[in-house]
């Protein structure tokens, strides 16, 4: 058996190609599995869940803001980009932003007794300047921070440390040299799929099939190979994207 191990080195690693210097010749009746796979961490803040609300009180004006998506493995490390945001804001635009709404905020740790900063409060500094949760504030990061009522509005967030729960999720892994075969009556090339558990440090997600599914090969030679990982749904996965996906193939003849 052939083994080739591929790298999304300098590419998005939920979609890359892999390209060989030479032409890889194949027989007709090969065949390809996947040995091993390490992924990157999923990203727990994406575009769907990393706005941030700022309102004046009694007033229905509004200003939005963003977080970087990204990996994040506490709640404060949240709030510590919530803080920067608007610390950014504020640098940029004055006191009163582009919308004239203060984001002049201060972060402060507790440190009383405990090693861990286990608590932490994010204030706005100018009292008529609110965060706001509603029905209407689509994907925002205060629920991540457990403010989940509905309506909320507050100058001052209080902020517990914890650990951020990993993203569990089933990934589909297509290639472009395996032949076709059907999921849900739909023809796709398929090499195999993986339960993607994310570890709570950030670090890589690493499988080793104990028994590789084959699959015949598409082409009977090439100099590149395409993949990509999709959730259950299609969507790409979306994953740190400055690291890097590793996979391991094995190419032989059918048995």
Same mark, same amino acid.
Do not use: W
């Given at each position: 058996?052939?083994? /080739?191990?591929?790298?999304?080195?300098?590419?998005?690693?939920? $979609?890359?190609?892999?390209?060989?210097?030479?032409?890889? @010749?194949?027989?007709?009746?090969?065949?390809?599995?996947?040995?091993?796979?390490?992924?990157?961490?999923? /990203?727990?803040?994406?575009?769907?869940?990393?706005?941030?609300?700022?309102?004046?009180?009694?007033?229905?004006?509004?200003?939005?803001?963003?977080?970087?998506?990204?990996?994040? =493995?506490?709640?404060?490390?949240?709030?510590?980009?919530?803080?920067?945001?608007?610390?950014? &804001? =504020?640098?940029?635009?004055?006191?009163?932003?582009?919308?004239?709404?203060?984001?002049?905020?201060? %972060? $402060?740790?507790?440190?009383?007794?405990?090693?861990?900063?286990?608590?932490? =409060? %994010?204030?706005?500094?100018?009292?008529?300047?609110?965060?706001?949760?509603?029905?209407?504030?689509?994907?925002?990061?205060?629920?991540?921070?457990?403010?989940?009522?509905?309506?909320?509005?507050?100058?001052?967030?209080?902020?517990?440390?914890?650990?951020?729960?990993?993203?569990?999720?089933?990934?589909?892994?297509?290639?472009?040299?395996?032949?076709?075969?059907?999921?849900?009556?739909?023809?796709? $090339?398929?090499?195999?799929?993986?339960?993607?558990?994310?570890?709570?440090?950030?670090?890589?997600?690493?499988?080793?099939?104990?028994?590789? &599914?084959?699959?015949?090969?598409? &082409?009977?030679?090439?100099?590149?190979?395409?993949?990509?990982? $999709?959730?259950?749904?299609?969507?790409?996965?979306?994953?740190? @994207?400055?690291?890097?996906?590793?996979?391991?193939?094995?190419?032989?003849?059918?048995?």
């Amino acid at each position: 058996m052939e083994v /080739i191990t591929v790298t999304s080195k300098g590419q998005n690693p939920s $979609r890359f190609v892999s390209n060989f210097t030479n032409s890889i @010749n194949l027989s007709n009746d090969s065949e390809v599995g996947l040995l091993k796979i390490a992924l990157p961490p999923t /990203i727990n803040v994406t575009d769907k869940n990393n706005k941030i609300y700022l309102a004046k009180k009694g007033q229905s004006l509004q200003a939005i803001y963003e977080i970087p998506t990204g990996f994040y =493995t506490t709640t404060h490390e949240i709030a510590q980009a919530i803080y920067d945001k608007l610390k950014k &804001v =504020t640098d940029d635009y004055g006191e009163d932003d582009e919308d004239d709404i203060n984001t002049q905020a201060v %972060l $402060r740790y507790s440190t009383v007794g405990i090693a861990d900063h286990s608590k932490l =409060t %994010l204030q706005l500094t100018d009292k008529q300047s609110v965060f706001i949760s509603s029905d209407v504030t689509e994907g925002n990061v205060l629920k991540l921070l457990d403010y989940t009522i509905n309506n909320f509005t507050a100058r001052t967030l209080t902020v517990q440390n914890y650990d951020l729960p990993p993203k569990n999720q089933l990934g589909f892994i297509y290639s472009s040299i395996v032949s076709n075969s059907l999921i849900d009556y739909n023809v796709s $090339r398929l090499l195999d799929t993986v339960a993607i558990k994310s570890s709570k440090n950030g670090g890589y997600c690493i499988f080793e099939m104990q028994n590789p &599914v084959f699959h015949d090969v598409s &082409v009977a030679s090439f100099m590149d190979i395409s993949f990509q990982i $999709r959730d259950v749904d299609g969507e790409f996965i979306q994953f740190q @994207n400055d690291l890097t996906t590793i996979l391991t193939l094995g190419i032989r003849k059918k048995r």
